[in-house]
């Protein structure tokens, strides 16, 4: 007997299983058809755009498309010792085109990166090189200035040769590859980025952490209270949440400030000489002051609604088989407490670590975080390729934290309100 | 939260600790809200309390920082009210037709790789706004989109769908799919069917999720401040500029009025929710 045989068919002839399946597939199409557009949009308009500051923060083709000929003809030197004429006669060549386009000062300042003094060397060659005569090239550059003679330059140049470089990413963590070729910290002095992801994680860390202290006891007193009085206090949580960042950062300028409230009520209360008062805004007590208030909610409201969901009996139980209130609660009521507590401070710790208007208003110098180095590149310096591997190595640690979080408590339970 | 009879003193101490705590905090969250509105009515150009003001005399009081706030001439409040309601207003409108369109798809049984697509599609969430402002950014500007109206408002349906998203798919994970089916049965159009039984019974959630993408795009400053131009400035904008330079009482009246909208953003959002819990037959 053949299995065809016991096949069930529809009204169609069709057998049923193929039938289920077309149907499945349809529904499949239909599911796919309308998540279709959003799925398009953003992968247009946002996923493509990140993966276009990877490239930008990778590309390093200007100093290539500007050097043409000379890549070419340095293909064939070592580096050892000082390059061939037909080096010479090259970089010649298209450093005459550069200066007739006016575009040697993009050259000059690439290169002073590379090589610090190369600026004036380029400088001028670029004076001298009208007057120059055609054949031996290489007497007559290095006639206009010793430092020609000096290989260092030409390796240099030689440096910046590829299309690609991973530099920008070196610098974001303060080091830089030196003229052998080896990856070497910048001088102390210089050292500025590396401070500001050490304080933005220690901001976002400690941020997290009041959060976390100041939102546990009142997310227990909302979950235990009961609803008409929770409902009024919980006003007092959702109105800042709804209320704009810019307008709660204003009032804690309003605070803070040398002659705000603050300053008013430790006078008042003699903690401080009037004379004598503190500075808390624009340094690291204003960015935490402010950030801790503003991101509360963010740990409130998953700390809330799952204790909510913790049975009052449970501790009562606890009690009753003779444990103490604090081990009850330590042993009951907090372990049952830590998916929100992962929630909230995952929520917390990824939003305060790319903070940038807060920090950048009341946060002064020593508030600053690595968001607000992004903007700067951004808006003031102009390096965007800069800008963008900084901001793809913020983005592959926040990633990262929400990869960990994932495997240990899953993202399933992050609930908004 | 009275505290039985039979509680040991030391216990009925740090009761009172943990409640004296919970004051504090609340404290910290809602005070500082409440010292911008009655600067903004300070007769003096300074953002202190005046003596006259401590001493609640009415000529301490003046509304003159609301009339500048309207008629003033350097600040153009006007215009960036204007714009940020225009952009706020259609920002949410496509977040929250892509957003529930994606829900509708997401919540299918029959969706494939869903927690691939949940992933892209609340990413703009979870990346933090400066690295969306810079990637939107250059996608505008490639695109010639940067300084326009066009380009804002797209940019935040990027940052308000996920949303849109997250509360819809909540609504529809206790949405009962046989009624849609039993409405299909009895001969009605699926356009017929969604508009008259599953999109009354989602609304809540749409609404709240657009609640959500409306005070986004409303309270939005990283990303406009890559994207905008002269002509587009925002309210945002216009307060960071202002918060920069110097902190002038107009300002302070502009967030007088800014609470006064997310009280009432609040007062919707909590309705809704409520609505929403009661259809649901969630009884808490």
Redesign the interface.
Known sequence: MSSDTRKILTTDGIPLEESLKQA?KK??I??????????L??????????G??FS?SIDDKMVTNMLPKTYKAMEKWDGKELPPEEVFEAFYLDYKILVKNKTAGKLQTQLNYEKNGFKSVLKKLARKQKKFEEGNYKEQIMKVHKRWRNVEYWRAIKRRAPSYTYSKYLKGVDMYSNEDGKIVQVSEDRRIHRILWIRTVEVAFFVTLFCFL??Y??AH?LA????KYSNL?M??????F??????????????L?Q???VNDFFVWTGLVADDNRPEMMYNKTGTYVAMT?IL??FMVLPLYSVM?TISPSLMRAGKSLGAT?AVAFFKVYFPLTIPGIGAGCLLVF?LA??Y??TP??VGGASGTLI?NQ??YH??STLD?SF??AM??M??TG??AI?WIYNKLVGVDNI??? | MALPKYTEPHYRIWHYFYLLICGCVFFFLIAPLFVIFPLSFNAEEFLVFSDGMKRLDPDAFSMRWYKDMIYGTKNPWGLAARNSFIIAIFATLGSIILGTLAALGLSSRHMPYKGLIMAILISPMIVPLIISGVAIFFFMAKVGLAATHLGIILAHIILGTPFVVITVTATLSGFDHSITRAASSLGSSPYNTFMKITLPLILPGVISGGLFAFVTSFDEVVVVLFLAGLDNTTIPIQMWTGLREQLSPTILAVATCLIILSVLILLTAELLRRRSERLRGINR
């Open positions: 499945e529904n499949k239909k599911a796919f058809l309308l998540v279709a557009p959003l799925l949009f953003l992968i247009i308009t946002y996923m493509i755009p990140i276009d500051m930008r100041m939102a006891p009142i007193l235990t209270l009961p609803m206090l006003i007092c949580v959702l109105l800042p709804w209320t704009s960042l810019l307008v709660r950062t204003a009032s804690w300028m309003i605070l400030q002659q705000g409230i208030q509360l909610p909510k209130p990824i670590i790319g940038y208007i950048a208003l968001s992004i903007a951004m808006k965007w800008a963008s901001g793809l913020l983005l926040v990633l929400y609930k908004l309100g």
